[in-house]
């Protein structure tokens, strides 16, 4: 089914970059009535369905940019899934954890957490062949949730490292200039990057945690869920809307709201729990100095 956009603005001139790309939405789910999570995955805006016909686990899913595999964890390992089949082939084999994977911008490589060599959580960087690059931290601390920039410069991640209370970190590809930018004593963490690179979501505080945007250099940081109960593990659907997991009336879906308009939408409704959302949309391009695009997700039933 060809990708179809159609634009209605105002003194906007927007061009399409990606014919025929589709938009994805991948989360972990409860859904199979046991307590095994399995990653399921919504394609231009459909109702989700199992991405693979595996027994095992799979939790933190992370779509490629370019839309075509899955990144998750399965058993303390990090496995690859393909959009179009459901493939799957396993990037590590450890005795110890492995997970939280997360793409670089040209969907070669994958940043993630480990505890391999001395047992600490530490950031580290590898092929998509399983082919380890680097050692990004190494800390006697927990670092982790790792997200790589737009620009393939930096990456964001969490980390305990300032008296053991999680916080939001930046540093340099190569692991250099680590710069903490949440804090202090917040309790934040789990960042993600806006798609132009100028914002950083994250979401702050522990049982009655919410969600929020800040730039790059820490400032700015901006309350965007503003509810009652448990918002956490943000994913931005373009560059004005960010969805997120969401406890409403005892129940977790995944939830997005428009930062234009304040719209929130309820994106997954389902009674078991829907968490760890991770989102690609077809690039487009606009014109400088004329605005931006925003994209909207439906609502996706059960």
């Known amino acids: 089914m060809a990708w179809v956009l159609v634009v209605v603005c105002f003194g906007l001139f927007v061009n399409p970059l990606m014919v025929g790309a589709k938009s994805v939405l991948v989360f972990s789910s409860y859904r199979e009535g046991s307590r095994t999570p399995y990653i399921y995955i919504s394609e231009d805006h459909q109702a989700p369905h199992r991405l693979t016909d ?52 040209d969907s070669q490589k994958i940043v993630f957490t480990s505890a391999r060599e001395n047992g600490h959580s530490n950031i580290w960087v590898m092929d998509t062949f399983g082919v380890v690059l680097a050692k990004l931290t190494d800390t006697p601390y927990i670092d982790w949730y790792p997200a790589w920039s737009p620009d393939g410069s930096q990456i964001a991640f969490t980390s305990d490292r300032t008296e053991f209370i999680y916080e939001v970190f930046l540093m340099r ?26 914002r950083i979501a994250y979401f702050n505080g522990e049982f009655d945690s919410e969600i929020y945007t800040m730039a790059t250099d820490g400032g700015s940081h901006k309350n965007i869920s503003d509810h009652l109960g448990q918002d ?71």
Request: aromatic share 8%; proline share 8%; charged share 15%.
């Open 54 to 105: 595996n027994t095992d686990e799979e939790f933190f899913p992370s779509i490629s940019p370019d839309g075509r595999e899955v990144a998750y964890t399965s058993n303390s390992e990090i496995m690859v899934a393909s959009v179009s089949t459901g493939n799957v082939r396993q990037l590590t084999l450890n005795d110890v954890w492995d997970g939280q994977p997360a793409w670089s911008p």
């Open 173 to 198: 590809v190569d692991g250099s200039n680590v710069r903490q930018l949440t804090g202090p004593l917040s309790k934040s963490g789990v960042p993600s990057w806006s798609p132009d690179g100028h």
């Open 232 to 302: 956490w593990h943000p994913t931005w659907i373009d560059n004005d809307t960010i969805a997120w997991s969401a406890t409403r009336e005892g129940q977790t879906d995944i939830w997005s709201r428009s930062l234009l308009t304040g719209v929130m939408v309820q994106i997954t409704n389902h009674t078991a729990q829907d968490v760890h959302p991770s989102a690609v949309s077809p690039s487009i391009a606009i014109t400088p100095n004329y605005g931006r695009l925003p994209v909207y997700w439906g609502e996706l039933k059960k």
